[in-house]
């Protein structure tokens, strides 16, 4: 059955501890999703090195994100996780969609603007990123892309360079769709602000125990009293509930009627969180770093066998293939 699955693949930048968030809106759904896909996860270095200057935080954060995503249920039999530095054939077949888009159209990318005007240098990794993207995509014919909202833009990029490729040399290229990963909604931060690590409102999801307490024990609350009813509806702490705790509805009673204040809540809560991530972190302390190298060489390996049967076709259509 597996050769009738559709082809999936997402790519994620190795940056730093995740959170809740990162769990519940795209970790998860991933982990959720990718049985049903011939699904591969590759892990966006050559994406990384045009904001991150740290080789050895590089390196720390590949081995971090690939534990990190095993741990939280992806299995590496079933996906092939490799990352994007392994297999060449990405930064050539990027390079051939650049000489294929324009400047002004590159330049109008959400994602680039958007990180220049926060102040982050405007290398030419950065102005070109969408293509090595639209790259990571079409060398395997994925159908399916699973991003963030935040991402959307830059599948439609993929489309358009799927296009002028197939416009100029011939169809070879498929449309992706993106997937988009929302219904779970956004998940807020201790101040009630999307959780994100830039706003360092996050709940860290390897964290220790204590660690976990600590982030949910300081969510932001109002000054209702102990005893008074309070609102399910407004309250962050009851937002993360939702994901985290059974019997919601008898929790939701109890703060309707008053029968729960805030710290009591913020500490079934810590708990509920702590519950379902206890395996997870397990699980990560018990992956060695060699177990992880392993992963990522045997999915370079899958990968680079099918991004060579298809470059090698590219080449021969924009007329470099000549032997
Ligand atoms: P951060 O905002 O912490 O930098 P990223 O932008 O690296 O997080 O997000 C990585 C993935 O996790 C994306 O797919 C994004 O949609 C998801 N994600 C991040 N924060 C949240 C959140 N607060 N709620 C839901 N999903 C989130
Ligand atoms: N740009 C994506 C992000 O920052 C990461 C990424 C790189 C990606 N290559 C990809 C996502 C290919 C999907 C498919 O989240």
């Known amino acids: ?67 990190d995503y095993v741990a939280a249920g992806i299995d590496p039999a079933n996906v092939v996780i490799f990352k994007q530095s392994d297999v ?33 240098e405007a290398n030419a990794g950065l102005f070109n990123y969408p293509m090595l993207m639209a790259a990571d995509i079409l060398l395997y014919d994925s159908e399916f892309v699973p991003v963030g909202e935040d991402q959307r833009q830059h599948i439609e990029y993929s489309r358009e360079a799927a296009n002028k490729f197939n416009i ?8 992706p769709k993106e997937l988009i990963m929302s219904h779970v909604g956004t998940i807020p931060g201790t101040d009630g602000k999307k959780m994100s690590k830039s706003y360092g409102n996050t709940i860290p999801l390897f964290g220790t125990d204590d660690a976990i307490r600590t982030a949910v024990m300081s969510i932001t609350t109002d000054s209702t009293p102990v005893g008074a009813p309070l609102n399910p509806e407004t309250d962050i702490a009851f937002a993360l509930h939702k994901h985290f705790s059974p019997n919601i509805k008898e929790l939701e009673a109890r703060y309707r009627s ?60 924009v007329g470099v293939g000549l032997y």
């Open 168 to 175: 100029a040399y011939g169809q070879t290229f498929a449309e």
């Open 258 to 317: 008053g029968e729960i204040g805030y710290k009591k809540s913020k500490e079934i809560l810590a708990e509920n969180i702590i519950a379902t991530i206890s395996p997870m972190r397990e699980k990560r302390a018990a992956l060695s770093r060699e177990a992880v190298i392993q992963i990522l060489k045997d999915g370079a390996e899958v990968a680079r066998t099918r991004a060579e049967a298809k470059m090698k076709l590219v080449r021969e259509k």
């Open 88 to 120: 060449m054939q990405h930064t050539e077949l990027a390079w051939i969609f650049e000489c294929l888009v324009t400047v002004p159209f590159l330049s109008q990318a959400h994602a680039y603007k958007d990180k220049v005007a926060k102040g982050l």
């Open 1 to 67: 059955m597996a050769d009738t699955k559709k082809r999936l693949l997402t790519g994620l930048q190795p940056s730093g501890q995740l959170h809740i968030g990162n769990y519940l809106g795209a970790l998860k759904p991933f982990a959720d999703t990718a049985p049903e896909y011939d699904a591969m996860l590759m892990i966006a270095d050559y994406h990384a090195l045009t904001s991150l200057k740290s080789p050895t935080q590089l390196r720390e954060n590949i081995i971090d994100v690939v534990a």
